[in-house]
């Protein structure tokens, strides 16, 4: 293999394993969301969802590396089975690690966030169902019956 095909083999089986790593980050965020709505603690979703977004900008930012690494190898825009068919036995040995790592992760990340988008849908239901009743949550996410007092004032000089 030449030195000019080597350097771009090189940076594009480090860019897929950097979104490996980075598709395991977004995987373990699903998996906290599953179980914050799980355990009814739904405010820590907004700080789950913070940190989503930031993940997501560095896949994004990760995904131009690997289409340009990815062209410069004369691979364009196949797919990782593809490039598996089409790349020299060479090639193989070094890709095929990053990209049975990148596999694994997105199927973590698949059924992670299978997971978290049913527990948030079954809350969704609840809410709906209790406000349906009258009912609501308070800021700990417990259930505030719909008949409950309105004011915690018990004094009669208020």
Do not use: W
Not at 20 to 42: G, M, N, P, T, Y
């Amino acid at each position: 293999m030449s030195l000019r095909t080597q350097e771009p083999l090189e940076e594009y089986v480090t860019t897929i394993q950097d979104l490996a790593a980075v598709v395991l980050q977004i995987a373990i965020v699903e998996e906290k969301k599953a179980q914050i709505a799980a355990d009814r603690l739904h405010e820590q979703m907004d700080g789950c969802i913070q940190e989503e977004q930031a993940l997501i900008l560095k896949l994004r930012g990760l995904e131009q590396h690997r289409i340009k690494y990815q062209d410069a190898l004369g691979f364009d825009s196949l797919t990782l089975e593809q490039i598996r068919q089409q790349a020299s036995p060479e090639q193989l040995s070094e890709l095929s690690p990053a990209f049975s790592e990148l596999e694994t992760q997105l199927n973590r990340l698949e059924h992670a966030r299978k997971a978290a988008e049913q527990m948030i849908q079954v809350r969704l239901h609840e809410i709906e169902v209790f406000a349906q009743q009258g009912h609501s949550y308070d800021n700990g996410g417990n259930v505030t019956p719909a008949n409950a007092p309105q004011t915690k004032f018990h004094s009669k000089y208020v």
